[in-house]
């Protein structure tokens, strides 16, 4: 099973990009179908975007979509999020999580090993 570690969160102004690095521990980085998810204060863990084993697939909330981008370096054992056009709402510890699933599942129950998670906060 892999370990996850984010890195690159913090505090930026809206409408700055920012992006977010998960690397994993251990050979089977591939084997493992890829999400983020997000925590804002007082409310519950929500998806924001899946990435297939080989990164050819994926999949974003509505909220994100058109101005977050996921992709993967298999090599690196890394996966990412390129976060542009940050709005205050993005604010939220963000989560890398990891899944023995096919294709791009959106359900936290789905996600095996979690990342620690990394604040990213958008000031307005």
């Known amino acids: 099973q ?10 930026v102004t809206a409408g700055v990009s920012l992006r977010l690095s998960c690397t994993a521990s251990g050979r089977t ?46 090599a690196k ?5 390129q976060m542009n056009s940050l709005k205050p709402e993005d604010t939220a510890v963000y989560y890398c999580a990891a899944t023995k699933e096919y294709g791009v599942p959106t359900s936290i129950s789905l996600y095996v090993t979690w990342g620690q998670g990394t604040q990213v906060t958008v000031a307005s």
């Open 77 to 81: 054992n890394t996966v990412y999020l």
């Open 2 to 11: 892999v370990q996850l570690v984010e890195s690159g969160g913090g505090l």
């Open 29 to 74: 980085f591939s084997g493992y179908g890829m999400g983020w998810f997000r925590q804002a204060p007082g409310k519950e863990r929500e998806f924001v975007t899946a990435i297939s084993r080989s990164g050819d697939n994926s999949l974003y909330a509505d909220a994100v979509k058109g101005r977050f981008t996921a992709s993967r370096d298999n």
